[in-house]
């Protein structure tokens, strides 16, 4: 596999994701499941836009490249705000027409890395809507990593409303990734640090809200204990904790067993349903 990486400084960065792509991609197993080496060609430049990666493109040769990384989205931002989104949307588009015109085989991958701070939250909102738009045109395979790493990514859902809506936001990632994928990613919620005398009425409505969304909720919560915040202090594993010490251990480990146990029979149903979904497609 060919890779051409055309972007912004990020992309060109000191054991960034350019160099960690490198050295994920050179794996023997990644060599076998792909059937040859990738050689990975990186031409970005740091400080620069979409503007820019057109000329870049033109100077390259796209013939061979079987997939192509464009890295603009945090410095695109400027163009954006500056010129209006129809003049960046028409830059982007530009370089996505050109790669085409001279690769048509050739797969497009724009890459959303980062997030600044608030003051670009809604200006990077209206850029992610551009290039949705451009994604479903050309058939693009984007990656958000900026949605990706937003504060709602893995809440820690307690019982309150609010982390409840960050759960349900993280979902609606899963599900459009699920769609860019064309594959289901299992998933489900987890409560954590939940009251071990009784579930609160705070607990149970989100329990309620999130089921009534269709959102699979775990049936054993993690149960706030000490035990839990000691493993940060001792180290080790949960049973390694020196009993003497850290109060209701015992309770702790048969939590996280339950825990583990629902985990595992999810897996077993799951790997069950597909088994028999494929001796029936066979």
């Not at 990020?10 to 960690?20: A, F, L, P």
């Not at 724009?110 to 058939?139: H, S, V, W």
């Not at 860019?180 to 998933?187: C, D, F």
């Not at 339950?258 to 088994?275: C, D, H, V, W, Y």
Request: contains cysteine.
């Amino acid at each position: 596999m060919n890779i051409l990486i055309v972007g912004g400084s990020n992309s060109v960065m000191k054991h960034g994701y350019s160099d960690q792509l490198a050295d994920l991609l050179d794996r023997p197993d990644m060599i076998t499941l792909t059937g040859s080496k990738a050689q990975i060609t990186n031409l970005s430049v740091g400080a620069n836009s979409a503007m820019r990666g057109l000329e870049t493109l033109k100077g390259a040769d796209l013939d061979g490249i079987d997939l192509l990384i464009l890295e603009y989205f945090i410095n695109d931002l400027p163009v954006f705000s500056r010129d209006g989104a129809e003049f960046w949307l028409a830059c982007y588009e530009g370089m996505i027409r050109y790669a085409l015109s001279m690769n048509p085989r050739l797969r497009i991958m724009p890459l959303m890395l980062g997030r600044r701070d608030k003051q670009f939250y809604a200006i990077q909102n209206g850029m992610r809507d551009g290039m949705t738009g451009l994604a479903e045109k050309y058939d693009l395979k984007r990656v958000d990593f900026d949605q990706f790493a937003h504060p709602y990514f893995l809440p820690r859902s307690h019982g309150e409303s609010s982390v409840a809506k960050g759960a349900a936001k993280m979902i609606r990632l899963i599900h459009n990734q699920e769609r860019m994928v064309r594959r289901p990613i299992p998933h489900g919620v987890l409560m954590t640090r939940t009251s071990a005398a009784f579930a609160s009425r705070a607990l149970r409505n989100v329990r309620e809200q999130l089921r009534e969304a269709g959102i699979t909720v775990f049936g054993v919560p993690i149960v706030e204990r000490a035990a839990y915040r000691d493993i940060f202090d001792y180290g080790g594993l949960l049973r390694d904790l020196p009993r003497a010490q850290v109060s209701n251990l015992e309770k702790a480990c048969q939590n996280a067993n339950a825990f583990m146990g629902e985990i595992l029979t999810t897996l077993r149903k799951a790997k069950q349903a597909s088994e028999t979904k494929n001796k029936g497609a066979a």
